[in-house]
């Protein structure tokens, strides 16, 4: 059998078992997506072993396309860990689908709010409670021309810093074509899905330190850099000196390297 079709044979028969723990809405929405999924893409992923089996763990990832929870919580799943997902707040006032994440343990987060607090609180408490927490720091599928992972927000690292679990580095690729940011699914020909998972980020330096701004953007960075260190192994491919900043619409200038318009066309 090939190796292919077994991973999309653990994953149907895992999801299948999950989705009888997962709520009515959630176990739907697996039901509806996954055989479209699972027959419309070739999957590929490394790194499972450093997805802790049990406890709590933060699992940050770039993200490239609106489909990349769809097959995180498939890796996730598969082996033995459903992924709780921080996602935009407005979410939770769309009929079905806010009834789709509550049932999924999913958490909302609030941005540029008074309530912004309660996205670090649940995620923390969540954590807690030994789930795994999936996040995406540039907060948005990435607006970066190449797809390299965009400037990310520093509230990782407060999750990460305050919680103390520990922090997994994510890869995604391949889901921006089966999933363009403008567009329906692209199903044929089947587009190739890699993730990777890579060690837990040691962020020792920072224990104990004030959580300042300082402190949370130099934590963010290294865990960015560990998951941009995946996505090179995924694409093959060495990424840009800085990272796209989505409020100049560019890269920023690095030392010996011009600025990069927004204009610049996707290798």
């Known amino acids: 059998m090939?190796?292919?079709?077994t991973v999309r044979g653990r994953i149907a028969a895992t999801l299948r078992r999950r989705r009888r723990g997962s709520g009515f809405w959630f176990?739907?929405?697996?039901?509806?997506?996954w055989p479209i999924v699972l027959w419309g893409t070739r999957l590929g992923w490394r790194g499972a072993?450093?997805?802790?089996?049990?406890?709590?763990?933060?699992l940050v990832g770039n993200h490239v396309s609106f489909s990349d929870?769809?097959?995180d919580i498939a890796f996730g799943t598969t082996h033995g860990r459903i992924p709780r997902f921080m996602a935009k707040g407005e979410l939770w006032g769309v009929p079905v689908v806010k009834w789709v994440l509550g049932q999924g343990g999913h958490i909302p987060v609030y941005?540029?709010?008074k309530r912004v607090g309660e996205s670090f609180t649940g995620a923390i408490d969540a954590l807690s409670r030994g789930e795994v927490v999936a996040v995406y720091p540039e907060g948005t599928y990435t607006a970066d021309p190449e797809g390299w992972p965009m400037k990310p927000k520093n509230g990782v690292a407060r999750i990460a810093l305050r919680s103390g679990a520990p922090v997994?580095?994510?890869a995604n690729w391949g889901t921006q074509d089966f999933l363009p940011a403008e567009g329906r699914p692209k199903l044929f020909p089947?587009?190739?899905?890699?993730?990777?998972?890579g060690p837990p980020v040691d962020l020792s330096e920072f224990a104990g330190k004030p959580l300042t701004r300082t402190t949370l953007d130099a934590a963010t960075k290294k865990i960015m850099d560990e998951v941009t260190t995946l996505l090179e192994g995924l694409r093959d491919e060495t990424r840009p000196a800085t990272p796209y900043d989505p409020e100049l619409g560019?890269?920023?200038e690095a030392p010996g390297e011009p600025v990069e318009g927004p204009g610049r066309a996707a290798s």
């Open 250 to 252: 560019a890269r920023p």
């Open 190 to 197: 089947r587009k190739r899905i890699g993730i990777a998972l």
């Open 49 to 58: 072993e450093h997805l802790p089996r049990t406890g709590g763990a933060l």
């Open 2 to 5: 090939p190796p292919e079709l």
């Open 69 to 71: 929870p769809i097959f």
């Open 111 to 113: 941005r540029a709010s």
């Open 168 to 170: 997994i580095p994510m």
């Open 27 to 33: 176990g739907l929405a697996i039901a509806v997506i």
